[in-house]
């Protein structure tokens, strides 16, 4: 087993400088999921790959912002201030640190319940009125 590998079975933590503090990016922890999905729900189908955070920002900005806070565990009006390169820098980091909890946990969890209440809709008859 290489050192890579070992490292998609225990993610590490990331040191980063942002906004003058020095922060320390670590996996999540099971009392923070709660909050986090809630957080990425809105956009946790574009979690695969390399997402792009300016769209991410444009389209899901309250919620994502809401996500680098709670993934940083700093207040959100800190997240809040940050310059766009810092922003972007934080969202890779708690991204790449956490890819296991959002590649291949959220995404597809979020597309297979999508797929489900679509064939339930799909099949279901009104009511009469």
């Avoid at 444009?58 to 994502?64: I, K, P, R, T």
């Amino acid at each position: 087993m290489t050192t890579s590998d070992l490292d998609v079975l225990v993610p590490q933590t990331q040191s980063l400088e942002i906004a003058g503090q020095r922060l320390t990016i670590s996996p999540l922890v099971i009392g923070e999921l709660p909050a986090m999905l809630k957080a990425v729900r809105p956009f946790a189908e574009q979690l695969t790959g390399e997402p792009d955070w300016l769209a991410l920002l444009c389209e899901h900005g309250d919620s994502l912002l809401t996500a680098l806070a709670l993934a940083s565990r700093r207040p959100r009006e800190w997240v809040d201030a940050l310059a766009l390169d810092d922003a972007i820098t934080l969202a890779a980091t708690v991204f790449e640190v956490n890819a296991d909890f959002f590649v291949h946990r959220v995404a597809p969890k979020v597309s297979t319940l999508a797929q489900s209440l679509s064939g339930r809709l799909a099949g279901a008859t009104p009511s009469p009125a």
